[in-house]
């Protein structure tokens, strides 16, 4: 078993979530990272299976199509041993023995970073967005104009 400290109330979990839109034949997986607010490791379990479970939906995207969002399980769940706050820890992944060339492929500049990356479409990908949602935001759009 990890190391939790006896006063750990912080917990990260990794939600695997699987979206399927009817008629095609490829899904989607979302590793989600959820902040988990416990006083030990089983109740932060219990926690995120709760909110994994409450992310289950279903809807219908632009196109008519169901949109089904299953909670499969946890990828993972562990302690954040830094109290919240900015500059705290919230996960690490170790590696051993990276080359140079191996650890500047780690490294990327700041424009191919997610955060700063252009809002792409990517050929194959099934459309999951709501209908409903999209709606709001073409009449949003048009009572602006």
């Known amino acids: 078993m990890a190391y939790v400290p006896k006063d750990a109330e912080w917990f990260l979990a990794n939600l695997v979530l699987e979206i399927r839109v009817a008629g095609s034949r490829r899904n989607i997986i ?69 080359s140079e060339k191996g650890i500047r492929k780690l490294v990327r500049p700041k424009h191919e970073l997610e955060i700063f990356m252009p809002i792409r479409k990517r050929v194959g990908r099934p459309d999951f967005s709501s209908r409903e949602v999209m709606d709001e935001v073409a009449k949003r759009l048009k009572d602006k104009q």
């Open 30 to 98: 979302h590793i989600n990272y959820v902040i988990i607010h416990a006083q030990s490791p089983a109740a932060a379990y219990a926690r995120a299976m709760r909110i994994g479970k409450r992310s289950e939906t279903s809807y219908e995207n632009p196109y008519g199509k169901k949109v089904t969002t299953r909670f499969r399980g946890l990828q993972n769940l562990d302690v954040i041993y830094d109290p919240l706050g900015d500059g705290c820890e919230i996960m690490y992944f170790e590696r051993l023995g990276i």
